[in-house]
């Protein structure tokens, strides 16, 4: 009996020290569209965090602490986001890396600014999120208003002459892609033959492709996400239309191929070169496919949001978000992605995007400026 009750004892100061060192432990975020229409990229963002976790941690951790990962599902709604930001500050995490459509990280970026949170989104592009001077906000990917004049000059370069039309889905990335690309085209005297919107969701775009068959468009830019693009894709084909479909980032993920299939092919769309490419990224890449993953689109950019406030806190020695953004606006950071420095604002310095081209294999690849369609 006393052996047991010796045994009893043990098991719980066994306990109690592993709920003190999980007590210890520093929490921190990752929040995005862990589940609907957009949820390829949360699986994305979720993949690069988990990975930096796991790669932090196996490196002795921060500040002699290990990392906790919580994960925060937007599921690109605004609302939802807000108070998934709310969730995260009340908790007192220090930092969050997310979201992914811009319509969730602008309204969550100022909870987290009142909740004392820096926020570092892979992904989000429109300006607005680090053009309201908000203290604590990064992004470690490029603009819209830089993305649209790549596709702007491309468009030009390669379709002087031709029908161009503009869609965008209404929403504060599709619409602001759009409106930048509109600008920079308009701007290199290129003026496009019809501007139209549609709302995220919709699933008949037969009204609009036949706009686009009786004006005779040979491209047509979206500015939206990989669903509804690819449906629109879909049905310009079965309206027999060869009409070259091109769009922003948000058709990085192979989802967009399975909506599509073969007909995937020509399709055009403008990114970062590819990170996985990368010499900096070569060994964190071997790990995701060692585990049967892709580390397509922004993986490597989640995880290069992790690195650069892991090291930050290290160098800071603390976790106090406004003493980390402090640290971080003053240094260079070696990344997945290459070095990357802010500027007061919060966005990268060094900025550049490609346009791709999709094949009827379900691939995409970088394509040279100029070369054409």
């Known amino acids: 009996m006393k052996s047991l009750k010796l045994i009893g004892l043990a098991l719980g100061a066994s306990l109690a ?7 210890q432990d520093i929490t921190i975020a990752v929040a995005g569209p862990m589940t609907g229409s957009e949820s390829a990229f949360g699986r994305q963002m979720k993949n690069g965090a988990d990975q930096a976790v796991a790669d932090i941690n196996a490196a002795g951790g921060v500040l002699g602490k290990k990392l906790a990962l919580y994960t925060g599902d937007d599921a690109c709604d605004p609302k939802q986001a807000r108070s998934v930001a709310e969730k995260i500050a009340s908790q007192g995490i220090p930092f969050v890396a997310g979201h992914f459509c811009s319509s969730s990280s602008i309204p969550a970026s100022e909870a987290y600014a009142d909740g004392n949170v820096l926020e570092i989104t892979p992904a989000s592009t429109n300006p607005l999120f680090t053009e309201r001077k908000l203290w604590n906000v990064l992004r470690v990917c490029g603009r819209d208003d830089q993305q649209g004049i790549v596709a702007a000059g491309y468009i030009v370069k390669n379709f002087k002459g031709k029908n161009v039309a503009i869609l965008n889905d209404k929403t504060t990335y599709g619409k602001g892609l759009a409106d930048e690309t509109k600008k920079a085209l308009n701007k290199a005297g ?42 629109i894709l879909r049905q310009m084909r079965d309206q027999g239309l060869k009409t070259i479909l091109m769009a922003g980032d948000a058709l990085n993920d192979k989802e967009f191929a399975s909506i599509t299939g073969p007909l995937a092919e020509g399709t055009l769309f403008t990114f970062g070169p590819d990170p996985r490419n990368k010499p900096t990224a070569k060994a964190i890449v071997e790990k995701f496919k060692a585990k049967g993953i892709d580390p397509e689109g922004y993986t490597l950019y989640t995880y290069a949001a992790m690195q650069v406030w892991t090291d930050a806190v290290k160098k800071a020695g603390s976790t106090d978000p406004m003493k980390v953004m402090k640290v971080i606006k003053a240094g260079t950071w070696d990344t997945v992605l290459g070095k990357l420095a802010f500027d007061e604002k919060g966005d990268i310095k060094a900025i550049d995007y490609v346009v791709y081209k999709w094949n009827d294999k379900g691939n995409y690849a970088e394509i040279e400026p100029g070369k054409g369609t």
């Open 17 to 23: 020290l592993s709920t003190a060192a999980f007590a």
């Open 190 to 231: 290129f003026q496009e033959k019809m501007f139209e919107s549609y709302n995220k969701g919709d699933k008949d775009f037969n009204s609009i492709v036949s706009r686009l068959k009786r004006d005779n468009i040979d491209l047509v830019f979206v500015g939206g996400y990989h669903q509804e693009a690819g449906l």
